[in-house]
């Protein structure tokens, strides 16, 4: 019995941690095959002048002999003909794509070096489904964190050479600011292996290389949880407990926390939520701005490899459902085939347009532009977080069934003040 070994599975899961490399690979092979194509299929014997120079050359029918060899000499110069015209044709599609993929490459790339600019709080808002989570968590958070890393590393370094001057100048400021940015930096380091340094989160985040964010709680906010300095605090859904229905009820501690969020850890704090005005006053009095979120579209997908595909997975699903194949070999080939799937997933990018305006309930734009990320994102995310909080995902499923088009008084109902169904009456 045909199995997969264990470092077959390790190589499929690596294959999925390179977006950028799975991009260039699908479209940069074509082109290079084409090219090749129209080379060795090149009518080297009529020059170089005209691809079609040999197709209008009318004296091969005067030199016309019923000779097997020049039939086949014919045929073959027929057959080459038309290779090299649609290696041509491709080539030029294919050479297309890899300019395109290219461009949008360092697009992705250029503005992962500075996507907030000096901006430290900022709120992602939109309809579910825009790519609020992917685009903040996935991608942002990501790279906002890795630059703060690296800053939080420079100035570490930089400063602990002056600490002896420090305290010969009696500076106990500077002193205790560099033992808080020391305790930062020796923490995150100890664990930089296995957790991503400068990223607290409220949902579970994981980058290319494995390693999950921190876990932002209640207690950060409040104080009671010190964050190292520098960090990026990400809150996915803000508005599920720093609403606008905490604003009147949010204790000192916590409004300080925003209020203050430079002043405490130069921290940067990403939310998400689905209404620019869904987050507390205390938190919209200090964002930079609101990045409003329109649709996501996925561009350069692989639709030719998908269409061969998805005729595979519909042969495969045919025959299982016929019996045709065994247990043991349809979870080989279902294996295969749910990496073949996500491979696919990882070759394009997302490109999602976006607004900049501004907070505290002022809509005014002030810039707007389009997000280029790679298809997969920067970081691994499980696009239903929340499901666990859905109250009904451990009971029974039992529907009810529509029996008729008409809509009957039992059909209708309200909900009363103790959110109790109740019949809706006249």
């Given at each position: 019995m045909k199995t997969h070994s264990d470092e077959w599975f390790a190589r499929q899961q690596a294959r999925l941690l390179e977006p950028y490399k799975?991009?260039?690979?699908?479209?940069?092979?074509?082109?290079?095959?084409?090219?090749?194509?129209?080379?060795?299929?090149?009518?080297?014997?009529?020059?170089?002048?005209n691809l079609l120079y040999s197709f209008l050359d009318v004296s091969i029918f005067f030199r016309w002999r019923w000779e097997v060899s020049f039939i086949a000499d014919v045929v073959?110069?027929?057959?080459?003909?038309?290779?090299?015209?649609?290696?041509?044709?491709?080539?030029?599609?294919?050479?297309?794509?890899?300019?395109?993929?290219?461009?949008?490459?360092?697009?992705?790339?250029?503005?992962?070096?500075?996507?907030?600019?000096?901006?430290?709080?900022?709120?992602?808002?939109?309809?579910?489904?825009?790519?609020?989570?992917?685009?903040?968590?996935?991608?942002?958070?990501?790279?906002?964190?890795?630059?703060?890393?690296?800053?939080?590393?420079?100035?570490?370094?930089?400063?602990?050479?002056?600490?002896?001057?420090?305290?010969?100048?009696?500076?106990?400021?500077a002193i205790e600011k560099f033992a808080?940015?020391?305790?930062?930096?020796?923490?995150?380091?100890?664990?930089?292996?296995?957790?991503?340094?400068?990223?607290v989160s409220t949902i579970p985040l994981r980058d290319l290389l494995g390693r999950f964010s921190y876990v932002m709680t209640p207690e950060v906010e409040a104080q009671v949880t010190r964050v190292p300095e520098y960090s990026v605090l990400f809150k996915d859904e803000s508005g599920l407990d720093s609403g606008a229905s905490r604003s009147r009820d949010m204790s000192l501690a916590e409004q300080a926390t925003y209020r203050f969020i430079r002043h405490f850890?130069?921290?940067?704090?990403?939310?998400?939520?689905?209404?620019?005005?869904?987050n507390a006053v205390q938190i919209r009095g200090?964002?930079?701005?609101?990045?409003?979120?329109?649709?996501?579209?996925?561009?350069?997908?692989?639709?030719?490899?998908?269409?061969?595909?998805?005729?595979q997975?519909?042969?495969?699903?045919?025959?299982?459902?016929e019996g045709k194949i065994s247990r043991e070999k349809a979870q080989y080939i279902g294996e295969k085939y749910f990496y073949r799937e996500k491979y696919l997933e990882t070759i394009?990018?997302?490109?999602i347009p976006y607004t900049h305006g501004g907070a505290n309930g002022q809509g005014t734009v002030f810039d707007r532009g389009t997000y280029i990320f790679p298809r997969r994102g920067m970081a691994d995310y499980d696009g239903r977080t929340w499901w666990k909080m859905?109250?009904?995902?451990?009971?029974?499923?039992?529907?009810?069934?529509?029996?008729?088009?008409?809509?009957?008084?039992?059909?209708?109902?309200?909900?009363?003040?103790?959110?109790k169904p109740k019949r809706r009456t006249a």
């Open positions: 799975n991009t260039r690979r699908y479209n940069y092979i074509p082109a290079v095959v084409f090219v090749a194509a129209y080379f060795v299929t090149k009518d080297y014997y009529h020059g170089w002048q073959f110069w027929l057959v080459a003909l038309v290779v090299q015209i649609v290696a041509l044709v491709f080539f030029i599609k294919t050479f297309v794509n890899v300019v395109r993929c290219k461009y949008y490459e360092n697009v992705a790339r250029v503005q992962a070096m500075d996507y907030l600019g000096s901006a430290r709080v900022v709120t992602l808002t939109g309809v579910p489904g825009c790519g609020k989570t992917f685009s903040g968590g996935a991608n942002i958070a990501i790279a906002v964190a890795a630059s703060r890393w690296a800053k939080l590393k420079s100035d570490y370094f930089l400063q602990h050479g002056m600490v002896t001057r420090w305290k010969l100048e009696g500076n106990t400021d808080a940015l020391e305790e930062s930096y020796i923490y995150y380091a100890e664990r930089e292996a296995r957790y991503i340094p400068c990223l850890g130069d921290f940067t704090l990403i939310n998400t939520d689905q209404r620019e005005t869904g200090v964002t930079d701005y609101n990045i409003n979120l329109q649709r996501q579209e996925t561009i350069m997908a692989p639709n030719f490899a998908w269409k061969i595909f998805q005729k997975k519909n042969r495969y699903f045919r025959r299982l459902q394009g990018f997302r490109k859905y109250q009904a995902k451990d009971k029974p499923i039992d529907l009810a069934t529509w029996e008729t088009l008409l809509v009957g008084e039992d059909e209708v109902r309200v909900r009363d003040q103790d959110d």
